[in-house]
Nanobody, 124 residues
Framework: QVQLVESGGGLVQVGGSLRLSCADSGRTISSYAMYWFRQAPGKERAFVAAISWSGDTTYYADSVKGRFTISRDNAKNTVNLQMNTLKPEDTAVYYC?????????????????WGKGTQVTVSS
């Protein structure tokens, strides 16, 4: 079974950068499409970025395009989210997710596996 563990969250100032990682401590994730979602207090879990199993196709939410980059290393069973030019509205718990399909418009209810999340706080 896929067991996802996120890391790399923390407190950063506006305009700063963070790099989140998601590792699979169980079965390999190389055959899964991988996703990042985020959830701010009082809001629904929202799509951030997605990457195909091969890494050659990526999708981003409009709010993070040009600032965030998703990547994966299947040899290491890891997926990363490089976040640059961070804004206060990026503050949320960030979750890694896996699904057998790469959805053009991902929604949380379609994901097969989830990590427990990592907190990202952007201070002004």
């Amino acid at each position: 079974q896929v067991q996802l563990v996120e890391s790399g969250g923390g407190l950063v100032q506006v305009g700063g950068s963070l790099r989140l990682s998601c590792a699979d401590s169980g079965r390999t994730i190389s055959s899964y499409a991988m996703y990042w979602f985020r959830q701010a207090p009082g809001k629904e879990r929202a799509f951030v970025a997605a990457i195909s199993w091969s890494g050659d196709t990526t999708y981003y939410a409009d709010s993070v395009k040009g600032r965030f980059t998703i990547s994966r290393d299947n040899a290491k069973n890891t997926v990363n989210l490089q976040m640059n030019t961070l804004k206060p509205e990026d503050t949320a718990v960030y979750y890694c997710a896996a699904d057998s399909l790469l959805w053009v418009r991902p929604i949380a209810s379609r994901m097969n596996y989830w990590g427990k999340g990592t907190q990202v706080t952007v201070s002004s």
